[in-house]
């Protein structure tokens, strides 16, 4: 943001807009201009591969029946179909089930929700981004060319070794249903089922947590350009405050959107996580990949998607709670340079009068008239915002509790409580 030309009456209109910004006569051409166009559109077509559109009824229909048979129907008629050839008393296949089809559902409905109340532009907030510099634009679609990028990344060695194990699995194991000729091909048929399956299932609950990374990464450079408005010791205090109660509705926003996301995550990882180490360690079988394969990936994604937004949450909160202590420097220079000067007057005053003790009153005299409130930046208004950026520095929250650095260390704490706990099982029952 460029202090010396953005205006405050553009940050309230900001701060005051309400959801149908668009539609009002008074937005900014770059709303309507296609500069985001290929971002989105590159979001939009993969939402309809995916079955996600919900832009119209038909694309709605076929995003719930997508995952009615992806999610629901194909696991369990998989489930019901296999049978192993070999003895293998401790197969994996049916453990790994029950959570990604839980974390497919929470993100499928988060996903809707988000499709029904906001809209694409409007979830990746692009209504508000004629607002910000130029750094912060460049910088938001680097992040938006990255996105699926850092989905790839996780998604594809994924896939690679699921891939690698179902076909041995499906060497290993017998597809029958009734009162279908033996010729038709089930192996082939549920073979292809099943990794459609997973990869609609992960891709889903990967695609939320990419979208709420990409989210936080907006804040986080809008953190950025607020920092760079206190190098100058000219800053205006009224346009810092403004910027600041326009990315703290954001976050707000942001936290509301995505709280119960992340709480139903945390939840169905940690029963799948210590449900599987406990049956794991207290099977007498030997692991291998044919029975354990399975595990392993659903695992690896799961665990990656809960860190990539627990993470992201926290590199976010710890920008918002490090803006106090900016603001804090920022005002102790101001008042020590307002004191030099003042020093620097007083001095030469003192040169035309002869009692110290004069010179000293004058000199607090002119102390407090330097640093009175004749500007935007005077003390009283400094101090007022560095008061208030105290009070305000949530960042990412859940319910009130905010997902910081402290927060994470907590959860870890209880989730090796819970990792002693099972092996104390497991040596106590073995």
Known sequence: MNTATTSPKTHMININSTSNDSNQPNTPLLLR????????????????????????????SISYFTFIVLTIVVPILTSLTLKLTT???????????????????????????????????????????????????????????????????????????????????????KVSLPYLSPSVPLNSIVFVLVLASWVYRTGVFLLVCILFRLTCELQILRFEG????????????????????????????????????????????????????????ASKAEKTFLNSGDLVVCSAVELS????????????????????????????????????AAGLESDKQGKDQSNGL????????????????????????????VTYLGHNHGGITLFGFALDRGLLHTLFAFQFSLVLWVLSKVVVLS
């Open 33 to 60: 201009s296609s500069k985001h166009c290929d971002e989105l559109s590159n979001f939009q077509v993969s939402l309809k591969w995916c079955a996600l559109d919900h832009s119209t009824n038909l694309g709605k």
């Open 87 to 173: 003895r293998d008393p401790m197969s994996f296949n049916k453990l790994v089930q029950l959570p990604e089809s839980g974390l497919a559902a929470i993100a499928f409905f988060t996903l809707s929700a988000f499709f029904r109340q906001y809209g694409l532009r409007q979830l990746l907030f692009l209504d508000g981004l004629e607002d910000d510099t130029f750094s912060v634009r460049r910088g938001y679609k680097r992040e938006l060319d990255k996105a699926f990028k850092c989905l790839a990344c996780i998604l594809l060695p994924s896939f690679v070794i699921e891939l690698a194990h179902k076909i041995i699995f499906f060497t290993t194991v």
């Open 226 to 281: 607020l920092h760079k408005l206190f190098e100058g010791l000219d800053s205006n205090s009224r346009i810092i405050f403004q910027e600041h109660m326009r990315i703290k509705k954001q976050l707000w926003v942001t936290s509301h959107r995505y709280r119960y996301f992340i709480i139903g995550c945390m939840f169905t990882i940690t029963l799948s996580q210590f449900g599987a180490l406990l049956l794991v360690l």
């Open 305 to 340: 998607g809960l860190f990539l937004c627990l993470m992201e949450a926290a590199r976010m909160t710890h920008r918002a709670q490090g803006i106090v202590a900016i603001a804090t420097r920022w005002h102790m220079l101001l008042t020590c340079s307002s004191a030099a």
């Open 358 to 385: 004069c010179n000293e009153e004058s000199d607090n005299d002119d102390i407090f008239t330097s640093v009175s409130p004749h500007n935007p930046s005077s003390f009283q208004t400094r101090q007022a915002l």
